[in-house]
């Protein structure tokens, strides 16, 4: 970061461990260029290390063991472009280390597990996602990273999610009330009965009345409509694509619906979809597409979630421009 910036937007991106935060960031740092991007885990806010966290026997996910007062104090001094020297928490070691400078910058991004739990944080955030993962599909994505890459047996990773339950869903998934955007990942309902969690259905729920932020829509604003693209412009195999767009309530709030299930072909052609897309806040035609196409190889590039986080992406960048009004800085890199 090369000047303080004069307006510091803030994003929160929550969810549980494994479902996808890093993937959606990565795509994130291509609408706003890397350099203009900080990411916070919140896991440095953790106030009682691995050792500590044993003996008192709570998990990582429990208030308890972390310190809103002090993330709130950072949060809020970046916000007003100040300094801060912020904790680390070594997931190497489980020990929290000596901490690091954290200059200001035009977006700061706050992930991990509780960026909307404590109502002074959430006060300060200007966009916000909760990444919601279905049960089984949480377990189908964490066998196949933990046992292919850290060494784990399928028993160990499920044994890991039942522990955490308990405290994921009184102190994690109760954020997602707050959210302005909600990306759930359920299993697919084309497929009757389906274990493999391949193909899967995601839903995109879009806050209504949020000042500033219009939800994105398929066809007719307000309606309700479940369209079947596959045919000639788009391509599809088993189990076919279904798309739904409506109005809906969700935690007592009016919330508008896209939701994808199955499986795209060929991205190329995505171009057909995004074009009967409205309120996408892309700059020119076919930038959804181009960003898809940009990393085909990320997880969920060819579901809904890699739909979704690019939209989700591009409602981030708006409410930047909006805030700053200074909408030539942050440009899409080609
Ligand atoms: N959209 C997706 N479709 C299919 N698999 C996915 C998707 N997103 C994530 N995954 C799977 O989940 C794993 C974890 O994703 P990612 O590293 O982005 O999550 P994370 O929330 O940042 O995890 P952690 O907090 O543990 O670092 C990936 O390696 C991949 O196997
Ligand atoms: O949920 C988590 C991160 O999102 C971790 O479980 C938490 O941060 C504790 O880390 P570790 O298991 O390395 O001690």
Redesign the pocket.
């Known amino acids: 970061m090369t000047s303080k910036p004069d307006r510091v937007v803030l994003i929160g991106v929550a ?11 990565r795509r994130l740092a291509d609408l706003f260029g890397a350099e203009f991007m900080t990411v916070i885990c919140l896991d440095d806010y953790h106030s009682l290390d691995r050792k500590q966290r044993k003996a008192a026997g709570v998990t990582a996910l429990n208030p308890k063991a972390n310190n809103f007062d002090l993330m709130y104090e950072q949060i809020k001094a970046l916000k007003e472009g100040n300094s801060i020297d912020k904790p680390i928490y070594n997931h190497e070691t489980g020990d929290i280390d000596p901490p690091e400078r954290i200059d200001p910058n035009r977006i700061v991004v706050i992930e991990g597990l509780h960026p909307l739990y404590d109502e002074r944080v959430r006060g300060l955030i200007d966009f916000s996602v909760y ?1 919601d993962i279905h049960d089984d599909v949480k377990i189908a ?2 066998v ?2 933990d046992m292919a890459e850290r060494g784990h047996g399928y028993e160990d990773v499920l044994a890991s999610i039942n522990a955490r339950r308990p405290d994921f869903e009184a102190y994690v998934d109760i954020q997602k009330q707050y959210a302005n955007v909600v990306i759930q ?1 359920l299993p697919t309902q084309l497929i009757p009965d389906d274990k493999d969690r391949k193909i ?1 259905r995601v839903r995109l729920l879009q806050r209504e009345g949020i000042d500033g932020f219009n939800p994105v829509y398929l066809f007719d604003e307000g309606s309700t409509i479940d369209w079947i693209p596959c045919g000639r412009k788009l391509t599809c195999s088993y189990p076919g694509i279904r798309l739904h767009y409506g109005p809906d309530s969700y935690y007592g709030h009016d919330v508008s619906v896209l939701e994808v299930d199955g499986q795209f072909e060929r991205l190329e052609e995505l171009i057909y979809v995004e074009n009967h897309l409205s309120n996408t806040a892309t700059r020119y035609y076919g930038e959804m597409t181009e960003l898809l196409l940009k990393h085909r190889e990320y ?2 590039s060819k ?1 809904g ?2 739909l979704f ?1 690019v939209l989700v992406g591009l409602k981030m960048r708006a409410t930047y421009e909006r805030l700053t009004a200074q909408r030539p800085q942050v440009a899409a890199k080609a």
């Open positions: 969810g549980d461990s494994g479902c996808g935060k890093s993937t959606f960031l990444l994505w964490k196949q990273r990942i899967l997880p969920g579901n979630s890699g986080q």
